[in-house]
């Protein structure tokens, strides 16, 4: 069967699709990517057919969205989402032709009129809790952290909040619901309810970090982290190898491809907090300058993926993007995460819920506050078991063959085990 997976976004956003399409193409199915231009040449490396995607981000979009977690949600949506449906829509139809059925991440909310124009069973992807939009998991939300706080006074401020999403989005995407209208396809909500396949919706992490609820999508089935096969490159992995060799485990510092942009002083501040706790430090920075700290104390690297890295670090310091918090659960390592917008504060406050990591607020981060959450961390020991504890009892091959299953039987028409409904 040919299935397409289309993404919009940060690379944080195309792994699990590139991870899925992996996983069906080693089943005999023939799988395409849909994304935006700039994520080409990574598709294609891995013998994956590409399709681009409108509108691209280009890193001084995605700083600027996620510089305001007050106000990013409304810019994404509002500046860069919603008045380029119609283009969206084009080359998700042009890439769709001749497929079996449509996987689409939580941007794409064109999906549900592609898959109505060509007939196709289709799936949402989920990556975290808070795209699920549920009542009764009340999620920390970067624009309104305290209305994770009134989750003691029952479900109506969450439906209060959740009418006040609707609303909100509603009136940013006058665009598609005219474009709704224009097709007779959809529902006129877009980011609440009417996002929803109802054929599948691929819950995409475990139920440690976020259970099931009774008012998910009844065609709901969730399965784990889709984790993406990489490697480094030859010379990175040759610098790691030498580094992790020579001295004991180190502190990773990580705020992955999108909010490297915000850096500024960050790694500098992490280098010299590494060195007052006497830790040696792995540094992966994009492509900011690295920090004056002696080179076989502090390793600075461009990019490596996570996998190659975090299994053998003391402890993670990183932004909770949700590709992070799951290689850092798989690891089995201890997480400090200093969160900055969109899901990130409420897969920061999961991991703090489930034992296995710390929260500090990105305005506070200075050298004192850093050492002192990361040597707290370091000190906890209790934290470091339930980490190990909570790696063991995930089984990442498993899950994705879940997903995979899940796939196959919404492309053939039929229900998928697990559903909600």
Request: glycine share 8%; with cysteine.
């Amino acid at each position: 069967m040919r299935i397409v997976f289309a993404s919009l976004g940060s690379l944080g956003d195309l792994f699990p699709m590139l991870a899925m399409a992996q996983a069906l193409r080693a089943r005999g199915h023939a799988p395409a990517i849909a994304a935006p231009a700039a994520h080409a040449a990574r598709v294609t490396a891995l013998g994956l057919p590409f399709h681009p995607l409108r509108p691209d981000f280009p890193p001084q979009v995605l700083t600027r969205i996620f510089g305001d977690p007050v106000h990013g949600g409304k810019r994404l949506f509002d500046e860069t989402i919603f008045p380029h449906v119609r283009e969206t829509y084009a080359d998700l139809l042009a890439a769709a032709q001749g497929a079996d059925a449509l996987v689409a991440g939580e941007l794409l909310y064109v999906a549900p009129l592609v898959a109505a124009k060509l007939d196709l069973p289709w799936a949402n992807a989920m990556l975290s809790p808070t795209t699920m939009m549920s009542a009764l998991d009340p999620c920390v939300l970067a624009w309104f952290p305290a209305g994770y706080h009134l989750r003691h006074l029952g479900l109506w401020p969450q439906r209060v909040l959740l009418n006040f999403v609707r609303r909100a989005t509603n009136s940013w995407a006058s665009p598609l619901i005219a474009f709704q209208q224009e097709l007779r396809v959809g529902t006129g909500d877009v980011v609440v309810e009417g996002k929803f396949s109802p054929h599948l919706v691929l819950a995409l992490f475990p139920p440690a970090f976020g259970a099931k609820q009774r008012d998910w999508p009844a065609a709901s089935v969730q399965t784990g982290f889709p984790f993406l096969a990489q490697t480094p490159a030859p010379e990175t992995a040759a610098r790691l190898r030498a580094f992790l060799e020579a001295g004991a485990a180190p502190v990773v510092f990580t705020l992955g491809t999108t909010v490297v942009h915000l850096a500024e002083d960050f790694y500098q501040v992490a280098a010299d907090a590494a060195l007052a706790l006497g830790r040696r430090a792995i540094l992966l920075m994009g492509d900011k300058p690295p920090p004056r700290a002696p080179a076989d104390r502090v390793l600075a690297l461009g990019y490596a993926p996570h996998a190659s890295v975090f299994p053998y670090a003391a402890a993670i310091v990183q932004h909770g993007g949700v590709g992070g918090c799951a290689e850092a659960l798989r690891a089995g390592v201890p997480v400090l995460t200093i969160p900055v917008g969109f899901d990130q504060p409420d897969n920061a406050e999961r991991l703090r819920r489930m034992g296995v990591g710390a929260v500090l607020d990105r305005r506070r981060v200075n050298r004192a506050s850093l050492e002192r959450s990361l040597r707290a961390v370091l000190a906890d020991t209790a934290m470091a078991a339930r980490a190990k504890a909570v790696a063991a009892s995930m089984d990442p091959e498993a899950d994705i063959a879940r997903t995979a299953d899940a796939i196959e039987a919404m492309a053939r028409h039929e229900p998928a085990v697990g559903a909600a409904g």
